[in-house]
Nanobody
């Protein structure tokens, strides 16, 4: 079972930046992909970005050009660099690891709060 620990959230002004970290308990090469998701109050959880074992990335349209997902294999850690933050980016951010032939096994972190406000 993969354990994930997120960190790096906080309060930032509009236009500011934050870097979130997702530390995994196992090597990233044993995981099909890791994704960052977010959930704002009263809304459903949505996918923000993913990175697979080969380093291929995907982003939701609303964050393209502003967010960058990356990985440090030596540290078993995936990052989400968030620039030009907007109030609508405010949410609890979670990372998820997927394993299995059909990605049937999901493991979630506890989440980290990001608040964008002046």
């Amino acid at each position: 079972q993969v354990q994930l620990v997120e960190s790096g959230g906080g309060l930032v002004q509009p236009g500011g930046s934050l870097r979130l970290s997702c530390a995994a308990s196992e090597t990233l090469f044993s995981i099909n992909y890791i994704g960052w998701y977010r959930q704002a109050p009263g809304k459903e959880r949505e996918l923000v970005a993913t990175i697979n074992w080969g380093g291929h990335t995907n982003y939701v349209d609303s964050v393209k050009g502003r967010f960058t997902i990356s990985r440090d294999n030596a540290k078993n850690t995936v990052y989400l660099q968030m620039n030009s933050l907007k109030p609508e980016d405010t949410a609890v951010y979670y990372c998820k690891a997927a394993r299995g032939i059909r990605n049937e096994y999901d493991y979630w972190g506890q989440g980290t709060q990001v608040t964008v406000s002046s």
